[in-house]
């Protein structure tokens, strides 16, 4: 499968901007739609987004626009990073545009709090037929600032089709971006959107005061919980100890370029959530996910105590000293958990 035509990403975000500089620095001409119109002027006549990627020089090989149709129409491979909340809505405004059997590469981490459908669930409820696209999954530790500094980088991509994967894998790999593909996409969606809750309680805990013990135990947990959630799901428990999983949750609860933990501190330092976002101008994904995984948790069932504390404290004002000792005194528990085995057909 050749890949070599324009590319088509949605979405110019610090990580949108950050995928479209990769792509146009190993030749790729690459239109980039962007929704405010001072980012389009910015890319175009500055060649840098000032607003969501300031430092950087962008290659002009990217052209931004503010017209969807024209990233949409005419690209075999495009790259969807538009926010959680907003996917759905611009995927409905792209459908009549896209070329018949496109490659959709969605990079966005969340889950639709209406339906509670993963990115690439959204794509599958709109598709005109199974066959109509092709839509997979890339995921990982990836801090937009450090790819866009040349840090070397891992990420997985996750699709059904092997022979698709290993052509796009080709398209984004780079001698600082190495890209592992994988073939269970539930899995690797769900570690990329849940990890933001579990950063979000990490950062709480830092606001709180609280020691490295503690941020070590809520990663633990929070890895253990959303590998339940998972596997119910029909998800390969290995894919959590990987890069999407158990790596993306170290960077994300770790990092001090993590929105997630970065609006989880300012909680546990006492202040309230619309507070903290009215100051932000990018989205902190794990707010929003927060509530779609404490319901999706309730529909299929599952336990998962991190991240109904999360929930509380943000939609139920719950005090974050509160909800952690509820955590503490909760029913104790045995650690290890067995699951069944993903299924072979699946392999």
């Not at 890895?223 to 960077?251: C, H, M, Q, W, Y």
């Amino acid at each position: 499968m050749e890949l070599d035509g324009p590319i088509g990403v949605v979405g110019a975000g610090s990580w949108g901007t950050t995928l479209a500089w990769l792509l146009a620095d190993k030749g790729y001409h690459v239109d980039l739609w962007a929704y405010e119109e001072e980012v389009v002027k910015s890319i175009n006549e500055l060649h840098e987004n000032s607003l969501y990627l300031p430092g950087f020089h962008l290659s002009e090989k990217i052209i931004a626009h503010s017209e969807l149709q024209r990233v949409a129409k005419d690209h075999d491979l495009l790259v969807m990073v538009v926010p959680s909340h907003v996917y759905r809505g611009v995927a409905r405004r792209m459908l009549s545009f896209l070329k018949p059997a496109a490659i959709i590469v969605s990079a966005t981490k969340g889950i639709e709090n209406e339906t509670l459908l993963t990115m690439s669930g959204i794509w599958k409820e709109l598709a005109p037929s199974p066959d109509s696209l092709q839509v997979l999954v890339l995921s990982g530790p990836s801090f937009a600032r450090e790819v866009a500094d040349r840090i070397p980088t891992a990420v997985a991509l996750a699709a059904e089709h092997l022979d698709t994967a290993r052509a796009v894998q080709h398209v984004f790999a780079t001698k600082n971006f190495r890209v592992y593909t994988n073939k269970d996409k539930i899995g690797v969606e769900l570690a990329g959107a849940l990890k933001n809750v579990i950063a979000l309680a990490a950062g709480v805990s830092d606001g709180l005061g609280f020691g490295y013990n503690t941020r070590a135990a809520l990663i633990t947990r929070g890895l253990a919980e959303i590998t339940r959630l998972g596997v119910k799901l029909g998800a390969n428990p290995l894919t959590f100890s990987g890069l999407s999983g158990v790596g993306d949750l170290l960077l994300t609860c770790t990092g001090d370029l993590s929105r997630n933990r970065k609006v989880g501190l300012q909680l546990g330092q006492g202040r309230k959530i619309h507070e903290i976002l009215a100051e932000m101008r990018m989205v902190a994904e794990g707010v929003k996910t927060a509530k779609s995984a404490y319901f999706l948790a309730k529909r299929m069932n599952v336990e998962m105590p991190i991240s109904e504390k999360v929930y509380e404290v943000l939609y139920q004002d719950k005090e974050p000293k509160t909800a952690v000792r509820e955590l503490m005194e909760r029913e104790l528990k045995q650690e290890v958990e067995l699951h069944h085995s993903w299924s072979a057909e699946t392999t």
